[in-house]
């Protein structure tokens, strides 16, 4: 059973337009979350995170929202560029357990011009 | 050099081959990982080493043997795989346990043949 769920394998936006990435998940022990951004022949690197008391945290270009009622969160990019063209894994963790990641299956992000 | 390598980037291995897949890290991390990216799939945690010490071994085939010598160093040791264990071995670091999120590698590709 997947706990972290990212229903969207593939999104295509225009530059400089809004990209929203989405993840669910299941798991209500679940109170830390991060995105991880992956290139092709490289592993994933660290985007951004929330913890669970939060609804919100931002970064730059990123923002990402924790809908905690709905075990929702989304990764939102504005404006967009070329550059954010990669794969993006959310992942969760729980109190106890920081070490333990749970990803999702990745969502693809092509930013066209 | 810096951060977490991993090699060899690529390796082809016939189902009766031994072969070791071998991770380093440059960042004075504690805790190490290897996880495991097959097509369509999440992440899965395979092994967790903490101080050299395993503390988590998630229902791995036998025919993967994790081995950590000392804090920089992992590697995992693989015979009489079978083709679907071809994936992406990732490794990962961490400050400690409960340090949230990890520095990847950019992984082996690994075809089983």
């Known amino acids: 059973d997947q706990q972290v769920k990212q229903n969207s394998p593939s999104l295509s936006v225009q530059e400089g337009r809004i990209s929203i990435l989405n993840c669910d998940y299941t798991?209500?022990?679940?109170?830390?979350f991060l995105w991880y951004k992956k290139y092709p022949a490289e592993g994933p690197t660290f985007l951004i995170s929330?913890?669970?008391?939060?609804d919100k945290n931002e970064d730059g270009r990123f923002t990402v929202f924790l809908n905690k009622s709905a075990k929702h969160l989304s990764l939102h990019i504005v404006p967009s560029q070329p550059g954010d063209s990669a794969v993006y894994f959310c992942a969760a963790s729980s109190t106890g357990t920081a070490s333990k990641l749970t990803f999702g299956t990745g969502t693809r992000l092509q930013v066209t011009l | 050099e810096t951060g977490v390598t991993q090699t060899p980037r690529h390796l082809v291995m016939g189902m009766t081959n031994k072969k070791s897949l071998k991770c380093e890290q440059h960042?004075?991390?504690?805790?190490m990982y290897w996880y495991k990216q097959s097509a369509k799939k999440p992440l899965e945690l395979m092994f967790v080493?903490?101080?050299?010490?395993?503390?988590e071994n998630n229902s791995v085939p036998s025919r993967f043997s994790p081995e950590c010598p000392n804090s920089s160093h992992l590697f995992l040791h693989l015979h009489t795989l079978q083709p679907e264990d071809s994936a992406l071995y990732l490794c990962?670091?961490?400050?400690?346990?409960?340090?949230?999120?990890?520095?990847f590698g950019s992984g082996t590709r690994l075809t089983v043949v």
């Open positions: 080493y903490s101080l050299e010490e395993r503390v």
């Open positions: 960042l004075g991390h504690n805790a």
């Open positions: 990962a670091s961490s400050q400690d346990l409960q340090g949230y999120g990890y520095t």
């Open positions: 798991n209500s022990m679940f109170d830390y």
């Open positions: 929330i913890s669970s008391i939060k």
